[in-house]
C-alpha cells in the first residue's frame, strides 16, 4: 500500500489546500507511488535555483503561503525515465478534475499534449492555474 513518507507530509502541508486534494486523491487510488519534493519555498531559495539554471523564473507560485504549486516525482525516483513521470501527470489531471480543480502541469505547460513548444520542461511541477 502506497502512502506518504513524513518528508512529503511536511511538503504537503505547506500546499494550497486545492492542491492536497488533488494529491491526496491521486494518492487514493494506489496506481503509483510518488514522492512530494516540495512545496512551498522561500525566496532565497528560488533564487539559488535559479542561479543554478533549475528555475526560468524569480518568483514562482512555490513562494505563495500556502504554496500554489508542489513539485513531485514518482517513487522510486529515475529522473530519465520520462514515461513515469508522464503516467504521473495523467494521474494528476484526472485527479484534478475530480476534485474541480485546475492544474498546470510544467511538462507541457500549455497543456497542448506536445513539448516541443517548450523551451523549459519542468516534469515534476504543477501549479494552480
Known amino acids: 500500500m502506497y ?13 494550497h ?3 492536497q486534494r488533488v494529491l491526496n ?3 487514493s487510488w494506489q496506481i ?3 514522492k512530494i519534493l516540495e ?5 532565497t531559495r528560488q533564487k539559488d ?5 533549475l528555475t526560468t523564473v524569480a518568483v514562482s507560485e512555490h513562494n505563495s503561503d500556502p504554496s500554489n504549486a508542489v513539485d513531485v516525482a514518482p517513487y522510486p525516483i529515475d529522473w530519465n525515465d520520462k514515461f513515469r513521470f508522464h503516467i504521473l501527470a495523467g494521474l494528476f489531471y484526472a485527479a484534478a478534475k475530480v476534485e474541480d480543480v485546475d492544474i498546470r502541469w510544467g511538462g507541457d505547460w500549455d497543456g497542448d499534449m506536445s513539448q516541443k513548444d517548450h523551451n523549459f520542461i519542468d516534469m515534476p511541477h504543477y501549479e494552480l492555474k
Open 49 to 53: 535555483l535559479l542561479e543554478q539554471g
Open 3 to 15: 502512502k506518504f513518507g513524513s518528508r512529503s507530509v511536511g511538503h504537503l502541508s505547506t500546499c
Open 39 to 43: 512545496g512551498h519555498r522561500s525566496v
Open 25 to 27: 486523491r491521486v494518492m
Open 32 to 34: 503509483m507511488d510518488f
Open 17 to 19: 489546500h486545492d492542491l
